[in-house]
């Protein structure tokens, strides 16, 4: 009866920390210290996510060594067991409970985290439908016990609300303003080994990692995102995944960037050749599919959205989509709504980044 007390109070306190929303990094980090309450772990990864690709962008970890983080992330992505891709009903899963009690089925278990002496894994997506928004990996200590059904069921009962809170930090970064004064977005280029070792990068590379990622003091940027990208291409190539290697993230103010892997050079066999990962301004098509996809846009409203626009007016409108302009209406108030936007000029604009 005290643990179901306590995942009760724990659940509670998660839900206030949700509904008084603020940006990604601090929601996740109040999280991390309530869920720490209830579910012990020695360390963490908990990223977000492209939510069409699913390919991870921005991550908030505590890792054993940091000098590992790139070979940490191809291994992640190349590893299928307990993959947040495939992670559904449920959302949370244990490496322990889904290999039989033989961790060494995961390839990122037997070539690493078995090193660390870690013994079990709680493996998190955070999904609804209108996408993948995150996912968090908690890694508990060889010496202490495995993840219980219990924790397990707990984690479960939280994604939900999660998600949602999750999802909105997403939306509110296309209310604030900022990305009007800053100058377009390469493309920058970093160049990368197959094994995920920096060889090479453009002059204003890692000015743009710095804002993604802001290092500690006086250290030069981990290109965190980048290892992210590249590594799903790794996963691509090896039939381990098949969603695009390409991911949308928030940068600063309104401004959001698109970061993309690829093969370069002609080298044979294909694993070898090294990987471009480019960093440049989100298009406005995929600005808007983010943004109806973060605001929970029907696909009416999507396609609304979408004629707005290329400039239509209400009448314009309604005969693209087949309506009355009354109707045309009444869409247009539920955006509105959703985006407390208060006219179609201020609504295209946030969705444009313009």
């Known amino acids: 009866m005290t643990g179901t007390a306590a995942y009760g109070r724990c659940r509670e306190r998660v839900e206030r920390i949700c509904a008084a929303g603020g940006e990604a990094r601090t929601l996740r980090a109040q999280l991390l210290g309530e869920i720490g309450q209830v579910v012990g772990f020695d360390a963490y990864a908990w990223l977000l996510t492209d939510p069409e690709t699913c390919v991870g962008s921005t ?8 000098a590992d983080l790139p070979q940490l992330i191809r291994l992640k992505y190349l590893t299928d067991v307990n993959r947040w891709t495939r992670l559904d009903a449920p959302p949370v899963a244990l490496l322990q409970e889904a290999t039989g ?3 060494s089925r995961s390839l990122l278990w037997r070539e690493l985290l078995r090193a660390y002496g870690i013994g079990d894994v709680a493996s998190v997506v955070f ?9 968090l990996e908690l890694w508990r200590s060889g010496t202490g016990p495995r993840f219980s059904s219990a924790e397990a069921a707990f984690l479960t009962d939280i994604t939900r609300v999660v998600t949602r809170a999750l999802r909105r930090t997403q939306a509110e970064t296309f209310v604030v303003g900022g990305s009007r004064d800053r100058p377009p977005v390469g493309p920058v280029v970093l160049l990368l080994s197959c094994t995920l070792d920096v060889l090479a990068q453009t002059p204003d590379t890692e000015e743009y990692l710095r804002v993604i990622l802001p290092p500690a003091d006086g250290n030069a940027p981990i290109p965190a995102s980048a290892y992210n990208v590249a590594a799903q291409l790794l996963a691509v190539d090896a039939g381990v995944d098949l969603n695009v290697p390409s991911s949308r993230l928030h940068l600063s103010g309104g401004l959001w960037v698109t970061m993309r892997a690829a093969r370069i050079g002609d080298r044979t066999p294909l694993e070898d050749r090294d990987i471009a990962v480019t960093i440049e301004d989100t298009s406005p098509a995929d600005r808007v599919a983010v943004f109806t996809r973060a605001f929970g846009f029907t696909a009416r409203e999507g ?3 979408g004629h707005l626009v290329s400039g239509c ?17 009444d869409h247009l108030k539920s955006v509105f709504a959703k985006t407390s936007a208060n006219s179609r000029r201020t609504l295209v604009s946030r969705a444009l980044g313009s």
């Open 59 to 66: 991550p908030l970890a505590d890792v054993p060594n940091l």
């Open 313 to 329: 007016d209400t009448k314009e409108l309604a005969r693209r989509m087949f309506l009355s302009e009354h109707t045309v209406q």
């Open 101 to 103: 009690g033989d961790p």
């Open 127 to 135: 999904r609804d439908r209108f996408g993948c928004w995150s996912f």
């Open 303 to 305: 396609e609304l959205l």
